[in-house]
Every structure is written in structure tokens, then in C-alpha cells.
């Protein structure tokens, strides 16, 4: 099992590179963020970008931990823009403003998920990782809350979570042993500082020409 594990994380790293090679030199010409898109984002407030890696909480759901770290250059920070699980996005299609998202992390392959348990430091609605290869369940969408029509890139946004009401948030609280150093990612209920988000490094898919099915997420 754990060489599948391996060799499973070393096709998806593999897909990342190629995706890159393919779209790098086509990144000016997109001012949205679309599907399929992989990037990193940071919560302006705190100035740490989104994270996960295989470390479960020790309480709680006991599902895999999300925090927000300082380093820009972490490939646990990448994540997959995705439609959600019964409706997926055409790749390459700009993301509309109150559209309902799938933020699935890139090395895991779990999806960006919260529920009505307690976050470990500061009580608000814990944040986890969560499903497999992608797929979880209906407590995995977030809808974006921007201005206009479409998430711009370089835009400060919010991820609603469609399911609880609750915003991805970051207030600083910060964990030891074995995640020391790292900020806590929880839920909100209210609207502030806290919660805006901007997308950073990343691959951004253009629209193709022709849609395929299996170009859908």
C-alpha cells in the first residue's frame, strides 16, 4: 500500500510539472482564476498560505490537519480549484463570483472540508483535509464571495462554506510539536479581516477550444 501511496504522489507531482510546462508562458494572458487551475493562497491578513500534509488532528474529527504556513515555497501549499461533486467545471472555464467550489489538495488528494467540531486552539469550526482522490462529500464546497463577475487573480476573496454558513478564516494562533510553527485554519461565522484570501503561485488553465469530457472536474 504504501508504494501505491508513492507512486500515486508521484503522478500527481508529475501532472503538476507538465501542466506548468504547458501553460507557464500563457499565464499574462488570464486575469481569472479558472477550473482546474493549481495554485496557492494566501490569507492577506496573516500573511500564510493555505497548507495541509498527512498529520491528523489529535482531536476533534481526528482528519488530516489544514494550517496556514509563512514559507512561499512549500509544495503542500498547492491546491486544485474543482467543481463541486455534482456539477463539475469545464478546465479552463473562469470561476464566477458566488460559484460553488472543490479546493482539493494537491499532494493528499483530499478536499478542503469543516464541520460542526471544535477547532483545536481557538474554538472556532475546525478545518480539515478530507475524502480520497478527490472525492468526499457534500460538506467539501465553498462558495467564492468576490466583487463582479468572476474571481480576478490578483482579487481579495472570500470561500464560504455552502454546507455551514462559516468563512476560512486565520486569526493567528499557532501549533507546536508536530506542526509547530504553523498558523491554525478554522470557520467563522462573521465577515472580517480574517477571512480574505488572494490566489499566489500557481498554474492558471485557459479555456480550451474544443471541450472534451474528461476535461471536466
Known amino acids: 500500500m504504501e508504494i501505491l501511496h508513492v507512486l500515486h504522489v508521484f503522478v500527481r507531482s508529475l501532472m ?10 500563457r ?22 498560505r493555505l497548507h495541509s500534509h498527512d498529520v491528523k488532528y489529535g482531536s476533534g474529527s481526528g482528519q488530516q490537519s489544514v494550517t496556514g504556513v509563512e514559507i512561499a515555497d512549500d509544495a503542500n501549499s498547492y491546491w486544485q480549484i474543482r467543481g463541486k461533486p455534482n456539477r463539475p467545471c469545464q478546465r479552463g472555464e473562469a470561476i464566477k463570483c458566488g460559484q460553488g467550489i472543490r479546493i482539493t ?18 474554538n472556532n469550526q475546525e478545518v480539515s483535509a478530507f475524502g ?26 472570500r470561500f464560504k462554506h455552502v454546507g455551514t454558513d462559516v468563512f476560512l478564516s486565520v486569526t493567528g494562533e499557532q501549533y507546536g510539536h508536530p506542526i509547530r510553527g504553523q498558523k491554525e485554519v478554522h470557520g467563522m461565522s462573521s465577515a472580517n479581516q480574517n477571512n480574505w484570501w488572494r490566489s499566489m503561485e500557481g498554474v492558471f488553465l485557459q479555456p480550451s477550444p474544443m471541450p472534451l469530457r474528461h476535461d471536466e472536474l
Open 16 to 25: 503538476f510539472l507538465l501542466l506548468w510546462s504547458k501553460c507557464e508562458g
Open 27 to 48: 499565464e499574462s494572458e488570464l486575469n481569472t482564476v479558472t477550473c482546474g487551475s493549481l495554485l496557492k493562497l494566501l490569507n492577506t491578513r496573516h500573511n500564510v
Open 105 to 122: 489538495h494537491m499532494k493528499t488528494g483530499r478536499n478542503l472540508h469543516t464541520h460542526h467540531f471544535s477547532s483545536p486552539l481557538s
Open 132 to 157: 480520497e482522490n478527490g472525492e468526499g462529500d457534500n460538506l467539501d464546497v465553498w462558495a467564492v464571495q468576490c466583487d463582479g463577475s468572476h474571481w480576478e487573480r490578483e482579487e481579495d476573496v
